[in-house]
């Protein structure tokens, strides 16, 4: 009888950490992206002088894709996290996975 364990999961959890990392550096990337995109539009709005309520509007256009990022980067880092524990998995059994 066979258990059809898959090679996945009898192999090296270096692919799984290089995956992780990845994905956190995406993660990185995209809130220097939303970082440099809040500095853009602060600097735009006050270099045009914009008071009031256009600013209110700049910002409420803003805050969506703001929120998007965020949104993306936080999911990109719990992936990342995700990863990184089936990682740790993957070297605690697999010798035992192994063996079966």
């Given at each position: 009888?066979?258990?059809?364990?898959p090679?996945?999961?009898?192999?090296?959890?270096g692919?799984?950490?290089?995956?992780?990392?990845?994905?956190?550096?995406?993660?990185?990337?995209?809130?220097?992206?939303?970082?440099g995109?809040?500095?853009?539009?602060?600097?735009?709005?006050?270099?045009?002088?914009?008071?009031?309520?256009?600013?209110?509007?700049?910002?409420?256009?803003?805050d969506?894709?703001?929120?998007?990022?965020?949104?993306?980067?936080e999911?990109?880092?719990?992936?990342?996290?995700?990863?990184?524990?089936?990682?740790?998995?993957?070297?605690?059994?697999?010798p035992t996975?192994?063996?079966?």
């Amino acid at each position: 009888m066979s258990l059809d364990i898959p090679d996945w999961m009898v192999s090296d959890d270096g692919r799984v950490r290089t995956a992780a990392r990845g994905l956190r550096d995406a993660a990185d990337v995209v809130d220097d992206e939303r970082t440099g995109l809040r500095r853009t539009l602060g600097a735009a709005a006050a270099a045009l002088g914009w008071e009031g309520q256009i600013t209110d509007r700049a910002d409420e256009a803003a805050d969506p894709a703001q929120d998007g990022l965020r949104v993306m980067q936080e999911d990109l880092r719990a992936a990342g996290d995700a990863l990184d524990g089936l990682a740790g998995a993957l070297d605690q059994h697999t010798p035992t996975l192994r063996d079966i």
